[in-house]
């Protein structure tokens, strides 16, 4: 059931995250009056507690994720209010199912990429964010391992390691990241970037965000939890 919630969570994404209760899109894929609901009271609860923009994000996070690279399973969670360095954050935890390939790159890249397909795009979708916090606290799991195909990600030892990122973005230098008055390397400078419980600098290296892969068959699944 979850891995069918988080699908139809994606399709929020057609809603706006400000203004009405979200309804559920027309032309849904075959679902059960319970998951419909269960979906709606899911954005209900975190929109009270969270905000709407940040009860999207969750969403947002977990979709860019499964359109990106995922091949594992994807987990997205708002697991509440976070306390650091005297400030209050929005905390969010997400398992991309993203398996990187260490033939192309390195730690730095990986993060690079982590930030440009996932967090960047998902951030994005924002003219602006309100939330009930000094900022957002975006932790990020994925995997990596050397590989030449896809096809060698199904074997059993197909996962390989985990790195975990975590984001601390300011409220206020998020806003001017959205209003187009701080570019990206500005506003990555200005954050906390935590990386396997150490602190980090991310360079950026693309100029732009890379092109989406081609169509694969994955094995991803999703879902997402409280």
Same mark, same amino acid.
């Given at each position: ?17 400000? +203004? &009405?209760?979200?309804? %559920?899109?027309? =032309? #849904? ?8 609901? *269960? !979906? @709606? ?9 969270? +905000? &709407?923009?940040?009860? %999207?994000?969750? =969403? #947002? ?8 690279? *995922? !091949? @594992? ?30 033939? @192309? ?30 900022? @957002? ?90």
């Amino acid at each position: 059931m979850l891995a069918r919630l988080v699908f139809l969570l994606s399709l929020f994404l057609l809603v706006p995250a400000h +203004g &009405a209760e979200p309804e %559920l899109p027309s =032309g #849904l894929p075959s679902a059960s009056a319970d998951e419909k609901r *269960a !979906v @709606l009271e899911l954005m209900k609860q975190n929109k009270e507690k969270y +905000g &709407a923009d940040a009860a %999207l994000l969750q =969403g #947002l996070l977990l979709t860019h994720s499964l359109q990106g690279e *995922a !091949v @594992l399973t994807s987990e997205s969670t708002i697991t509440g209010f976070e306390q650091s360095e005297d400030k209050k954050y929005v905390a969010f935890r997400l398992a991309t199912g993203v398996v990187l390939n260490d033939k @192309l790159l390195d730690r730095d890249r990986r993060l690079e990429r982590m930030w440009h397909v996932v967090l960047e795009r998902a951030l994005r979708h924002y003219p602006s964010f309100t939330a009930p916090a000094d900022g @957002l606290a975006i932790e990020m799991h994925y995997n990596h391992r050397p590989y030449d195909r896809i096809a060698e990600l199904y074997d059993e030892n197909g996962d390989g390691a985990v790195e975990r990122a975590k984001f601390y973005l300011s409220a206020a230098d998020l806003s001017e990241f959205l209003a187009h008055r701080l570019g990206a390397q500005d506003f990555l400078d200005r954050s906390r970037i935590v990386l396997d419980d150490h602190s980090v600098k991310l360079r950026l290296t693309e100029a732009s965000m890379p092109p989406r892969p081609p169509a694969e068959a994955m094995r991803a699944g999703g879902s997402v939890t409280r």
